[in-house]
């Protein structure tokens, strides 16, 4: 069992105290303190209505298995005022309903250094402040994290003054704003590295990049339903961006928003089915005075409603071989290498097809670039030498899926007039392993419509969801149906 270090006023935990209101708070106590002088370790704890569960400077406790709970103001506050602070934490779990909240806060000051290691956990916050679920602050706060949910919060991940980190394997998951903040208009981020993450479903873009120094290629991440588009680079971005072997799919506004006149280099890239909303927006939006180079990208149906796969507004600068666009928005004659085709390359999903125009596109390329060697999601059956893929590569062929019974939740029927209903989908392959957050999940209704359906959204753990509306008046019936790559995977009757 683990230790637990709690409020006074919790009557869950051990004997009742006599002063205990049994009503605990949020903030109820201060917090635990590590300084240059302490010594050991903490395991299997939880710690709970506090205010500041740990806070941690100039010493390195490993730290493992810790669960912080409602909290009200910051979870993990590591800082750096003479030498360094270093803990390695596995197994991370925080959360809170409080709203002016920071689950984990690393500064470094003048001297000294915060340079963590923390692998696994889940972070959850409804912090709405300006600051992130993870925020780092000075030059010399550079932490590794790896394997972690953030989930909530004003941003998931917030940089400045100087700030940067190697986030590798995670998900950052619903947040209010920006997913990924990088940086201010006026004090550069440090080396950010984003590698192999999951940047889903937040109220603005998943990545903006306000102002870095010269960063490592953003790389083999997905970057999906982001409501204020999918990665955007600021006028106030002077180092030049390369984003390289990214999935950037069902994004709103613009997959990648090019607003500088700095340098961005695109390679192997999958930008598609972006939820465009102007005749301007686009997969890919160069606006004035912007500087790309692309090669080897995959441009497809992001001209859901109105816009285009590629927008290039007058005076952005532009060279573009051996890409791939479905409506033609960078003609074969700019350059001549360029391919286009009404029809979709992709099998199921954003898999290429085995018959694909973009399969062995690039003939020029004799090596396999590192950034798509060292990605674990290289499909080997399709990569291959001379020759080159365009576009984002996975690891395997689309999986197969269950269809023999259908990941579709049950409702309570018969639903109320003028309500809406919330449906679950949780899609699995034939092994019954549940696919994350990559798969291409859709649902339609059949025959003549009489209620609504929303867009189908990741929530997490493997779930979809999509939300149903009953008309305001009648009775009838309904069936929607949802596919998983292109696969039926069964249907639900809704009446009302």
Known sequence: SPVIFTSVNDNSIGAILANSTGVPAAGDWQQINYRPTSAGSMSNAEIRFVQLALDIQDVSPPLNNITIKDFSYRGIYLHANSTLTAPTITGLNVSTNAVSNIPLYFASFSIGSVVPTINGG??????????????????????????????????????????????????????????????????????????????????????????????????????????????????????????????????????????????????????????????????????????????????????????????????????????????????????????????????????????????????????????????????????????????????????????????VSSVANPIPLNTTTTISITPKDTAGNLLGAGARVTAALTGIPLGSISRVSYIGNGIYKLTYTTPATGAGSDTITATVNGTAIGSIVLTF
């Open 122 to 407: 889940i972070l959850s916050t409804a912090g709405t402040g300006i600051s992130g679920a993870i925020h780092l602050y000075g030059a010399n706060t550079n932490p590794s994290i790896s394997n972690m949910v953030i989930n909530g919060g004003t941003h998931n991940l917030k940089t400045e003054n100087g700030a940067g980190g190697t986030f590798t394997g995670n998900t950052f998951i619903g947040s209010s704003s920006d997913a990924i903040s990088l940086g201010t208009s006026t004090v550069a981020a440090s080396a950010i590295s984003l590698n192999n993450n999951a940047i889903i479903g937040s109220g603005g873009a998943g990545i903006r990049v306000n102002n870095t120094t010269a960063l490592p290629p953003i790389k083999h991440n997905l970057i999906r339903q982001n409501a204020g588009g999918g990665v955007v680079i600021e006028t106030t971005q002077t180092q030049p961006i390369d984003l390289y072997n990214n999935l950037i799919v069902e994004n709103a506004g613009n997959g990648v928003n090019v607003l500088n006149a700095t340098q961005v280099r695109m390679f192997n890239n999958t930008i598609a089915d972006t939820y465009t909303q102007t005749t301007t927006d686009a997969g890919l939006k160069l606006n004035p005075n912007a500087s790309i180079i692309l090669q080897d990208n995959i441009f497809a149906n992001n001209n859901t409603a109105v816009g285009v796969d590629v927008y290039t507004a007058a005076a952005a600068g532009i060279t573009a071989n051996y890409n791939f666009t479905t409506d033609g928005t960078l003609p074969t004659a700019f350059p001549a290498t360029n391919l286009t085709a009404a029809a979709v390359p992709f099998a199921s999903a954003w898999y290429l097809g085995a018959a694909s125009t973009a399969i062995n596109a690039d003939p020029l390329v004799t090596v396999i670039p590192t950034f798509l060697n060292l990605n674990p999601y290289a499909q080997t059956n399709t990569v291959d030498v001379p020759n080159l893929d365009l576009g984002y590569h996975h690891a395997n062929p689309a999986p197969a899926i269950l269809t023999t019974v259908a990941p």
